[in-house]
Nanobody
Framework: QVQLVESGGGVVQAGGSLRLSCAASGRTFSTYTMGWFRQAPGKEREFVAGIGSTFGITTYANSIKGRFALSRDNAKNTVYLQMNSLKPEDTANYYC???????WGSGYWGQGTQVTVSS
């Protein structure tokens, strides 16, 4: 069982930055693929970024590529999503997720942290 706790959300002006953190419980954090998803009001949840367990390879949604950066610190059981050049359309509830090869749908999810970007 893995528990995920997100933090770092808030309100920021367009063009600003935020760093989201996701702290995970458990001793096998380094074996999990970690990721961030977001869901805006009235929209479906969408993939934002992911980072692999073995080599730390990152993947990003086209909508945030070049503006967001995902990293992980296995010693701290934490992943970080650095979000720069934020836009109003980035406003959403951001969720941390983890899986160990089962796919996101069968993985673990946090409760989410709200990010609001004002224009």
């Amino acid at each position: 069982q893995v528990q995920l706790v997100e933090s770092g959300g808030g309100v920021v002006q367009a063009g600003g930055s935020l760093r989201l953190s996701c702290a995970a419980s458990g001793r096998t954090f380094s074996t999990y693929t970690m990721g961030w998803f977001r869901q805006a009001p009235g929209k479906e949840r969408e993939f934002v970024a992911g980072i692999g367990s073995t080599f730390g390879i990152t993947t990003y949604a086209n909508s945030i590529k070049g503006r967001f950066a995902l990293s992980r610190d296995n010693a701290k059981n934490t992943v970080y999503l650095q979000m720069n050049s934020l836009k109003p359309e980035d406003t959403a509830n951001y969720y941390c997720a983890a899986h160990s090869g089962t796919g996101w749908g069968s993985g673990y999810w946090g409760q989410g942290t709200q990010v609001t970007v004002s224009s």
